[in-house]
């Protein structure tokens, strides 16, 4: 469903991501790990487009990832949630929508603002939105034109225990559905218990990818014997 072969992408000349390659399959929840400056953010900008990748390939739903037709087999959720000032909650629903062409979208808005306890904030402006409202608009947005793959960067970031707990069942749920995720993160809880598959990032290079059961096998030690551990150990010299 996601090809990614020998991505490059520089500034100037620091390489913010260094011939990066993976795939996702659907149905496969995986989780992008690494510290602040890794390049996770970067890669996943490269992957929807936000970013222009220097060299490389990216491919979805076997589409150019910038072409039409790639655009619309995918949501992505950024790490700081935008969202119109003069738009009410509801009407970013509506919006989404009609960009999407989804014709009975109501019934569906309403499921997905109950699951976020937006329902009695679905008539406030964007402008007056906490950021954790924006967070759970933007989630609630990505979700109703029922895309085949799902880009969520540090999603969890400014949600409430109540949020986080739905968030993880909708992942769930996705992937039952045969939905493709990649969550970009450096809360290794958040994804531990969802991830189907963990790829580890440091300076710009994947150095694990992999299962989690098959990363504990491959550097665990009497030291190294959590994820947190094997992600510690992998990413010590990392750049904050």
């Known amino acids: 469903m996601l090809q990614v072969k020998n991505l490059i992408k520089k500034y100037g000349k620091h390489l913010a991501v260094d011939d990066v390659s993976f795939s996702l399959d659907g149905g496969e929840v995986v989780g992008l790990l690494g510290p602040n400056g890794a390049g996770k953010s970067t890669t996943m900008k490269c992957i929807v487009g936000l970013l222009r990748k220097t ?6 739903g076997g589409h150019d990832h910038l072409s039409v037709e790639a655009k619309r087999f995918f949501s992505y959720i950024p790490e700081t949630p935008y969202v119109y000032d003069l738009l009410t909650v509801r009407e970013h629903l509506q919006f989404i929508a009609q960009a999407y062409g989804v014709t009975d979208w109501k019934e569906k808005g309403e499921q997905l603002l109950d699951t976020y306890d937006l329902i009695d904030k679905a008539d406030k402006l964007g402008r007056d939105l906490s950021k954790g ?7 609630c947005c990505a979700l109703l034109p029922d895309p085949k793959v799902l880009f969520f960067d540090e999603p969890m970031i400014g949600l409430d225990p109540k949020a986080i707990k739905n968030t993880k069942r909708i992942f769930a749920n996705l992937k039952e559905a045969g939905k493709t995720i990649l969550v970009s993160t450096h809360l290794i809880d958040s994804v531990e218990t969802i991830a189907d598959r963990i790829m580890i990032m440091k300076d710009g290079k994947i150095l694990g990818n992999d299962t989690i059961a ?15 551990d094997i992600f510690l150990e992998l990413t010590k010299d990392a750049r904050d």
């Open 133 to 139: 409202m924006r967070q759970k608009v933007s989630i």
């Open 55 to 60: 060299s490389g390939e990216i491919t979805i």
């Open 214 to 228: 098959n990363l504990k096998r491959q550097f665990v030690s009497p030291e190294n014997e959590s994820l947190e």
